[in-house]
């Protein structure tokens, strides 16, 4: 591989723009050369500005040898269609989560990958980087504080645009717990049930909002993961582990405190792009560096597989209403 990455994006909405700030200003051994976008007038003036080469058509982009790794962060309902573009071209292709727009897409990039034989894929699962979820994986991990036996998370957002409904809740944004908490506690799932409380006047007519989402592991640890996603006062993420000889929580961002108006105050994010930064840019370094070493380390299509396996049962509990099974596959041999 050379020297310096030449990266291929797709999608130059809010976070593939992002991305590519990230990778050609502050990370190193990559440049984002190319993008392609269905916007292409918007995606043109992206690759202006940012000295990139402009495909009309993103496949062709992917196949070019202009690039030699993919970026897919274009809406969810394109992630197939440019993994598999990425996978046919044996191109190193970071995929922004979900991994496809639904379980059997996402079956079918796995299947891919096996039918290759050689992992290309990795998932946008950046929490896995943040400091906070690393030290609770740490405690987790060697047991520092016993078994755990409960986690209580809370994923709140002050506001969401108009198109998010009520199956985005689990789909889009617990889909980073299922995901999180699979890795933190190194086990799966076996059962999912969500719940709704009263609903709140913020929400529109399509939202079901806040939700509550209950799995249970494998060796009985039980999960609440709140989602309240037009909650108005802040972005907040919080993760509390129950362990046998004590808890551990995530820490909140480090904002000073504020002393003003006879009040004694402490900042909250207001977005998820204030919350994650350090761990967005962590995890690209990251995945850049693996892929010139020719392998993935980071989130695989197994991983982003066994998310949407979750968030689907998930789904089919709140449309019915029930507590459904989770049923986990053996690990693919590529994968274990
Ligand atoms: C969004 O798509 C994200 O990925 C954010 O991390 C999450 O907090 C938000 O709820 C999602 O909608």
């Given at each position: 591989m050379d020297n310096i990455l030449r990266i291929g994006l797709v999608g130059t909405g809010m976070i593939g723009r992002s991305h590519i700030e990230r990778i050609n200003t502050r990370l190193q051994g990559a440049k984002v050369v190319a993008v392609s976008d269905s916007a292409a007038e918007f995606a043109k003036k992206v690759a202006q500005e940012r000295g990139c080469e402009f495909f009309a058509d993103g496949e062709e982009m992917i196949a070019s040898d202009s690039v030699n790794a993919v970026i897919v962060?274009?809406?969810d309902e394109y992630h197939e269609q440019y993994v598999m573009a990425s996978i046919n071209a044996g191109k190193y292709v970071f995929v922004e989560k979900p991994l496809a727009f639904d379980l059997a897409g996402a079956k079918r990039i796995l299947d891919a990958e096996i039918a290759l034989g050689k992992k290309l894929v990795q998932v946008g699962f950046m929490r896995r980087y943040d400091k906070g979820y690393l030290q609770l994986k740490d405690y987790v991990e060697n047991k520092?504080?016993?078994?755990?036996?409960?986690?209580?998370?809370?994923?709140r957002n002050p506001d969401v645009p108009d198109y998010y409904d009520t199956p985005m809740a689990v789909e889009?944004?617990?889909?980073?717990?299922?995901?999180?908490?699979?890795?933190?506690?190194?086990?799966?799932?076996?059962?999912?049930?969500v719940v709704f409380p009263r609903k709140t006047k913020h929400a529109s007519e399509k939202l079901q909002d806040p939700q509550i989402m209950y799995l249970t592991t494998e060796s009985g640890v039980r999960i609440d993961v709140e989602a309240w996603v037009t909650?108005?006062?802040g972005y907040d993420i919080r993760c509390e582990v129950c362990c046998e000889d004590g808890t551990i929580s995530l820490p909140d961002p480090n904002h000073a405190p504020i002393r003003a108006n006879a009040a004694n105050s402490t900042p909250l994010c207001t977005s998820w792009t204030q919350r994650f930064p350090e761990a967005y840019d962590t995890e690209l370094q990251m995945w850049i560096n693996a892929t010139k070493e020719d392998r993935v380390d980071g989130p695989t299509s197994w991983d982003g597989y066994a998310a949407q396996l979750i968030t689907s049962a998930a789904s089919k509990a709140r449309d019915s209403g029930t507590v459904v099974e989770i049923k986990m596959e053996e690990t693919p041999p590529l994968f274990s």
């Open positions: 962060t274009t809406i520092k504080l016993g078994e755990p036996l409960m986690i209580h998370c809370c994923h889009n944004t617990m889909i980073h717990e299922a995901d999180v908490l699979r890795w933190l506690l190194g086990e799966n799932f076996v059962s999912a049930e909650a108005q006062y």
